[in-house]
């Protein structure tokens, strides 16, 4: 079993062809994939499997979609301020669905969004272009459709841009430095407790670390105690990094692997190369 899970940015958008903009790599990626005779599975799916019942991932051509932030690329059609129109990884999913209506019956990505509104907000003024295109409206609505559902990506991704003057001693711009109980509670049980709230779905039982950084405090301890403690009926149930590799039957549920659009693959021929390695 080697399940390779690819995450995109939908923020990345440097041009209009697939090595520039994520939006564009992902629609040829779906096209590929399915030539390619890969199935499309939700993550929270990958996991439960994984962790109950792996022997129904053997010997199969499987592969995961996640996009991480959740800015509202994500989900709207924007204009781009240098690059014109975006079609949002939802309708991309859409657009290939009805083009396709019998291919990938369990078409479906992840959005692992930056859970804090005021960190949203300040986000969308540093990261962004300002334009309030950060926002939690579209969780919910967007977890209805089916085809993609909202995961926990940190209550404020500890980003450098965001350092709160009542903590100066903790470093910001990396996870790695959530290590004791006080700092993983604000910013993994905090956002678990707000996204379910705001947006109850499967997803929500999936975290990424911001960064792609899983530190041995968190992998190890809080986050398999935190889920022993919620469950069942909240909780979390496995955590991704952006480590390049595949997801297999060994594989940590607490640090599992992605392939990073842009970082792990650039072309088509790049990911062919990954698929290849799934099956080889």
Known sequence: MKIPVFAYHSMNVHGNDYATNDHAALAADLEHLTAEGFEIRSLHRIVEALRSDPESLEGRRIAGLSCDDGPDFDYRDLDHPAWGAQRSVLNILRDFRERHPRAQPALHITAFAIVSPQARAALDRTCMVGRGWWNDDWWAPAAATGLMGIGNHSWDHNHE????????????????????????????????????????????????????????????????????????????????????????????????????????????????????????
């Open 161 to 280: 841009s965001l350092a709160d003057p009542a903590r100066p001693d903790e470093r910001r711009g990396t996870f790695l430095s959530i290590d004791t109980i006080d700092r993983a509670e604000r910013q993994v049980a905090q956002a678990d407790r707000y996204l379910r709230a705001k947006a109850p779905n499967p997803s929500a039982a999936l975290f990424a670390y911001p960064y792609g950084e899983a530190n041995a405090f968190l992998a190890e301890r809080y986050l398999p105690e935190y889920s022993a403690r919620t469950a069942p009926g909240g909780g979390l149930r496995a955590a991704f990094t952006t480590q390049s590799d595949y997801v297999s039957r060994g594989s940590d549920p607490w640090r599992l692997p992605r392939f990073t659009c842009g970082h792990d693959w650039k072309s088509p021929a790049a990911l062919q190369r990954i698929l290849e390695g799934a099956v080889g």
